[in-house]
């Protein structure tokens, strides 16, 4: 088959939109280019690399007409960092383009155009707001480096400052790639599983200040830990935790199982719309947490609550959403299938004083049934699925039991709009849609959606 566009043609291009990934898309006689660094509205000049049935790739070379929101990223590893997507553009216009992806997702996949997607709630001050670093070590040419991963790589771009995270997470990855070459601690070879310290991940309580140091170890055996506990609390002298996770696995996943205390507490607390949270090295709790709250207050406007209600709350991690919606709420269910979460959902309504939240470990669409075959009733549905979306037999309960109002917390627009769709089939309309900037600077976007049975 003949496409009108070839490997290597140099183009001039009208990009019209961004895709999930922050990549312009320009058309050439209908066929989709995806451009990195391109922005809607610009005219630029392109080398196409990769071409497919459908679409292709290519690259930036000149940009003839740049938009009027462009701007210089303010990072200095931005252009080859893969953690932030879109800081050449204007954090007022990251905040329209959010808006547009999750209107889009409506429109075309949910087919629900009348339904009201609002401006997205975006930040006063979109730096530094990651209260959780996780930082890869290597080594290359015989010197440690640390700092993010190229995007779709593995390959480290070495940095010392991160503008979206702590500046004690900075001065830690600085001080520590110093001191592994001082003390002659090897770091990780991913390729060749060789090598000790593997990832420095660093948390933040933003309402206590309190700080916790996690190393990743590649093995159990840590003979220079006091050294490297000395130079922690050097950096940071008011440090709360110091923690070594081992992780001798050949793997890219960050954390192994086990967890050894090497100073301090085994867990930090922070605090969130006035609800304490136990926070431990590989607890999951959301990375921003002043926009966490206002996720949270979006989910308890929508839930409506008046003190006599009884929620569901699917999906319930930690239960940092149950022990919000407790606070309003009659009494509130929370399901999760990962055990360790449902213990630090019980130990934080403990160290809440909140006992109308009760939580069950399994899958929802297994103990939402069962709940009901003992009699319970419930009000308010609220559900905070993982990128992939609600499971299908969790929508299939939902259908079966029909909880007067749904309340849907969503990182993925897409999955969101697929599955509105298949509860509006199923007899439910949905009110609005909230978009949420979890992520500034990234082209992820939260939204909470409100559905009434009809």
């Not at 933040?204 to 700080?211: D, F, I, N, V, Y």
């Not at 109002?405 to 627009?413: A, K, L």
Request: aromatic fraction near 8%; hydrophobic fraction near 35%; glycine fraction near 8%.
């Amino acid at each position: 088959m003949t496409y009108a566009v070839h490997q290597n043609d140099r183009l001039v291009v009208h990009i019209e939109d961004l895709t999930h990934d922050g990549s312009g898309v320009g058309k050439v006689q209908g066929y989709p280019l995806f451009i990195p660094g391109a922005l809607p509205g610009e005219e630029v000049e392109v080398k196409v690399g990769k071409t497919l049935k459908n679409y292709g790739f290519a690259k930036l070379l000149n940009i003839i007409t740049p938009s009027p929101e462009r701007i210089d990223g303010p990072c200095h590893v931005y252009p080859e960092c893969g953690g932030c997507q879109i800081q050449h553009l204007t954090y007022e216009a990251q905040l329209k383009q959010k808006q547009k992806t999750v209107r889009d997702a409506i429109d075309r996949i949910a087919k629900l155009p009348d339904v009201p997607v609002h401006p997205v709630l975006g930040m006063e001050d979109p730096w530094r707001y990651r209260n959780k670093s996780q930082i890869p070590f290597s080594e290359r040419d015989g010197q440690v480096v640390s700092g993010f991963y190229r995007s779709k790589t593995h390959h480290i771009v070495d940095t010392d400052v991160c503008i979206i995270q702590s500046e004690e997470a900075d001065e830690l990855m600085s001080m520590l790639k110093r001191e592994l070459q001082i003390l002659g601690i090897d770091a990780y070879d991913e390729h060749k599983h060789k090598g000790f310290l593997r990832h420095l991940v660093v948390r933040k309580a933003r309402a206590t200040g309190e700080l916790m140091v996690v190393l990743v170890t590649a093995q159990r055996k840590f003979p220079e830990s006091e050294q490297v506990i000395k130079a922690i609390k050097r950096v940071v002298p008011d440090v709360t935790s110091i923690m070594q996770n081992v992780n001798t696995q050949k793997t890219n996943v960050i954390f192994g199982n086990e967890t050894l205390n090497l100073y301090g507490k085994d867990v930090i607390i922070d605090t969130i719309g006035g609800v304490d949270f136990e926070i431990s090295a590989r607890s999951f709790y959301q990375v921003n947490p002043v926009q966490t709250e206002t996720l949270y207050n979006q989910a308890l406007n929508f839930a409506q609550l008046t003190g006599t209600e009884t929620v569901i709350d699917a999906y319930c991690g930690i239960g940092t959403i149950s022990l919000f919606l407790a606070k309003q709420a009659k009494e509130v269910y929370g399901v999760e299938i990962v055990p360790q979460a449902i213990e630090d959902a019980k130990r934080n309504a403990a160290l809440n004083g909140i006992d109308n939240a009760h939580f069950e470990t399994g899958a929802s669409e297994d103990v939402i049934p069962k709940w009901y075959s003992e009699g319970k009733t419930f009000d308010v549905l609220v559900v905070d699925p993982p990128r992939k979306g609600c499971d299908e037999k969790l929508l299939e309960t939902i259908l079966t039991h029909k909880p007067g109002r749904v309340v849907y917390v969503s990182c993925n627009p897409a999955t969101l709009a697929r599955d509105l769709r298949i509860l509006e089939d199923g007899g439910y309309k949905t009110q609005e849609i909230q978009p949420v900037d979890m992520f500034p600077h990234s082209t992820h976007c939260e939204a909470v959606a409100w559905l009434e049975l009809v």
